[in-house]
């Protein structure tokens, strides 16, 4: 089994950073395949960024050049790093890991960006 437990969200304003953070406990070997997910109201629940099966980090158009994930190996942990942050960022993000049998999935963290 795989736990993954989110935190850092939180109130932010428009232009401001952020960083969450993703705690990996259990059957995990490594951090690649790791990503961030976020789920707007009323809007379905879309990738942010993940770090590929060759470790390097892959975004969505919306993030590029303002989003960065990165992983400490030793703590298990996956870090999302957000700058230059946008009303529409607004979402409760989700730290998710893909194996070829199971999809596991955190609870997630809200992330508000307003003044």
């Known amino acids: 089994q795989v736990q993954l437990v989110e935190s850092g969200g939180g109130l932010v304003q428009p232009g401001g950073s952020l960083r969450l953070d993703c705690a990996a406990s259990?059957?995990?070997?490594?951090?690649?395949?790791m990503g961030w997910y976020r789920q707007a109201p009323g809007k379905e629940r879309e990738l942010v960024a993940v770090?590929?099966?060759?470790?390097?980090?892959n975004y969505a158009n919306s993030v590029k050049g303002r989003f960065t994930i990165s992983r400490d190996n030793a703590k298990n942990t996956v870090y999302l790093q957000m700058t230059s942050l946008k009303p529409e960022d607004t979402a409760v993000y989700y730290c998710?890991?893909?194996?070829?049998?199971?999809?596991?999935w955190g609870r997630g963290t809200q992330v508000t960006v307003s003044s």
């Open positions: 998710n890991y893909k194996t070829p049998i199971y999809d596991y």
């Open positions: 259990g059957s995990i070997v490594s951090l690649n395949g």
């Open positions: 770090i590929t099966s060759n470790g390097l980090p």
